[in-house]
């Protein structure tokens, strides 16, 4: 069915991105309209799998238990950044990460245990560790994981921050859907491609960096 839609600018709403859709495709077809979630929702997919913002990191608190080798991960769980361990005392250290081959020969036997020091990838859903805990551990997971769509949500950190790569994103999908212009298709793409580059300036540059380490930018004066 149809949404009733109240028409307002920007994308920071999935009702205001769903009618700009609409807008630039000029198609409100029912069948088209029902599919602009999954265009939305591609889009935003895409997007999460090209550029790494903070929006994409989630921590978790957990527990490392006695006599368990494994942990099992969060269901929203994509990706590990980081494991750390919290001792009683409350100061943390991290786990050092290795493949669960590495982990399977330093670690053969499940049954020594110990304060675990490394953590490897058992399957999709669990962490094995090493060694098996001697007592239980809090332990912290920073981990990679889809936001919430803003189709579900109402709002998104895209759709308030960077509104074109997800508007120019979701236009490409929709135009892929009816068999659009390659001309169209392609600018929406590059369009796309010009916002994700100055994405990639915020997520991978001006968030990793730290003034008091790498220095303010600066621009030579002659």
Do not use: C
């Not at 000029?26 to 265009?39: A, G, L």
């Not at 997919?45 to 969060?74: F, V």
């Not at 669990?126 to 919430?148: C, F, I, M, W």
């Amino acid at each position: 069915p149809l949404m009733t839609i109240t028409y307002a600018v920007g994308v920071n709403s999935p009702t205001n991105l769903w009618q700009m859709v609409q807008d630039y495709t000029e198609n409100t077809e029912s069948s088209f309209v029902s599919y602009i979630p999954t265009f939305i929702q591609t889009a935003e997919e895409r997007i999460y799998n090209t550029i790494q913002i903070p929006a994409l990191r989630k921590t978790a608190t957990g527990t490392l238990t006695l006599n368990n080798q494994y942990l099992t991960l969060p269901t929203d769980w994509l990706g590990t950044f980081s494991l750390q361990l919290i001792y009683p005392s409350g100061v943390g250290t991290f786990l050092l990460n290795k493949d669960a081959e590495y982990m399977r020969e330093a670690f053969p036997d499940a049954t020594v245990t110990g304060t675990p020091t490394h953590y490897g990838q058992f399957d999709q859903n669990t962490l094995v560790l090493g060694p098996t805990p001697d007592q239980n551990y809090t332990a912290q997971l920073s981990y990679y994981y889809y936001p919430a769509s803003i189709v579900t949500a109402g709002t998104s950190w895209l759709g308030d921050n960077v509104q074109n790569v997800l508007l120019y994103g979701t236009l490409r999908e929709a135009y892929l859907y009816l068999k659009g212009e390659e001309d169209l298709i392609n600018y929406y793409e590059q369009k796309y491609q010009e916002g994700i580059a100055l994405l990639k300036v915020l997520g991978e540059g001006k968030n990793r960096r730290d003034v008091y380490r790498s220095g303010q930018n600066r621009v030579p004066v002659t």
